[in-house]
């Protein structure tokens, strides 16, 4: 990832401050992080040798809530990485209207390449590490790209053993026989399939069999792809990081699943393999990007035939592809929309473990619906009273948010009357 994505998170504010000027002072404290923290995590490997491994936090902005966020365990994790998704967090909790204010962790680390025992130890490492910043009032972590609910309830075993009292509201995303909520495993990509199924038609999109394509094939892309195939969508391509299977006629999905499952690869009988930059440019009606960032940027995004975007992914499209789609006009749903079901279903799991009281999974998605189907017309209303694009608007309806939040509390001008 390169250094300046903090920089490129920070132009869709500047951007949407120009759509929707507000009170200086709100716009000041965005601009900074709150807290920022490195840690180094030793960790004794299954061979006798130890291993130091480096991690962050952070916690951007607390206007609205606690902070919320997902841990990333990759080998391209950076300061700045965590420090754009925790920005990117601020404005996707206070779109889907969440007490939450943004926060985001990580690990640099190839999990694979770690045994599961090396796994928990780093895990449990890196709670021990970070366990007087987080919190169910302070921060409350959550998965993110391969960090699953096995390695949330390491995390949470660590943190309610520091404490020393039961805490399952300090991390979500466990697993559901250790308070996890229902419904957790396919909130990013039922609630970006509700808000896709809210937008579709006023984008312009109709008809049965809309042709789909998903890049990344991993917890958000293989379910979106799942619902889209059950919904009566030709999901017509996929990928994971080896590459992608492509169909004119439509993937078998829950084939697919189940292949990924047992084998680890994409192979589907009859289709054709994709490269994962050419499975951006195909012609369908809808891209999925559910795999890392800046998959789309000023580069290719000129080749992209698709009528409509769903980032499923945090940050897949860069501003210069913004550019050339607000030209072409192609809506893009963006990521603060598009995969808030996600941090939604979090937050129903936060709350259910502070009430001890759980859920269906019917209820569970219920009430998401309504969250994704609200802030998709809210967005889509504020794109039309603005002029601008889908992604402006939901910044738009951020900052009005974290904007009243700051008014409520008083500013330069409250004092100086
Ligand atoms: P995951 O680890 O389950 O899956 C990631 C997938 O992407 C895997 O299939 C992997 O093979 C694939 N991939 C990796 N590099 C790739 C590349 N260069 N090209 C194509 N595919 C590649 O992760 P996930 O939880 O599905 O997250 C995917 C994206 O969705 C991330 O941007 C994440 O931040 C975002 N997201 C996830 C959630 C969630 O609840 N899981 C919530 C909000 C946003």
Redesign the pocket.
């Known amino acids: 990832m390169s250094a300046s994505i903090f920089d490129e998170a920070q132009k869709r504010l500047d951007k949407a401050l120009k759509a929707y000027p507000m009170d200086a002072e709100t716009a000041l404290l965005l601009k900074t992080p709150k807290s920022l923290i490195e840690v180094s995590i030793p960790v004794r490997m299954d061979d006798g040798s130890l291993r130091v491994f480096q991690g962050f936090r952070c916690r951007y902005n607390d206007l609205l809530g606690p902070t919320k966020g ?1 841990i990333r365990y990759h080998p391209q994790v950076s300061a700045d990485e965590v420090k754009s998704l925790a920005f990117w967090m601020t404005f996707k909790c206070s779109v889907a209207g969440l007490p939450y204010g943004g926060g985001k962790g990580g690990i640099i680390v190839d999990p694979h390449k770690l045994s599961q025992a090396e796994l928990e130890r780093l895990s449990r490492g890196y709670m021990a590490a970070i366990a007087d910043f987080v919190g169910p009032d302070l921060d409350v972590p959550a ?4 960090t699953n609910g096995t390695i949330m309830n390491w995390m949470c075993d660590e943190y309610s053993k520091i404490r020393r009292s039961y805490q399952p509201a300090v991390i979500t995303g466990k697993p559901v026989a250790l308070g996890g909520s229902l419904g957790r495993e396919s ?2 990509a039922q609630g970006g399939f509700y808000v896709l199924e809210a937008l579709k038609g006023k984008l312009g999109l109709s008809g049965k069999g809309l042709k789909v394509a998903v ?7 293989s379910i979106f792809a799942s619902l889209a195939h059950q919904a009566g969508y030709k999901v017509v391509a996929v ?3 080896k590459g992608g299977v492509y169909s004119e006629a439509g993937l078998d999905i829950p084939e697919l699943v189940a292949t990924k499952l047992k084998t680890g690869t994409l192979t589907a009988r009859g289709a054709e393999k994709v490269s ?1 930059e050419a499975l951006l440019e195909l012609n369908v009606e809808v891209l999925v990007p ?4 800046n ?1 789309i940027t000023g580069k290719n995004a000129a080749n992209v035939k698709a009528k409509c975007l769903l980032e ?3 940050g897949p499209t860069d501003s210069a592809a913004d550019a050339i789609f607000d030209e072409k006009k192609i809506p893009v749903v963006p990521d603060i929309l598009a ?1 808030a079901g ?2 939604t279903v979090s937050y129903f799991e936060w709350v259910q473990n502070r009430a001890g009281y759980y859920w269906s999974e019917e209820e569970v998605n219920q009430k998401l619906k309504v969250i994704m189907d609200r802030s998709a017309q809210q967005v889509f209303e504020l794109k039309q009273e603005h002029n601008v694009s889908l992604r402006t608007a939901a910044y738009v309806l951020a900052l009005k948010r974290l904007n009243e939040a700051v008014l409520a509390k008083g500013t330069q001008k409250t004092y100086q009357k």
């Open positions: 997902g998965p993110d790209v391969y909130a990013t890049q990344g094939f991993g917890n958000a892309g990928s994971d990081s994962n559910a795999a890392l960032e998959q499923l992914a945090n995969n996600g941090v």
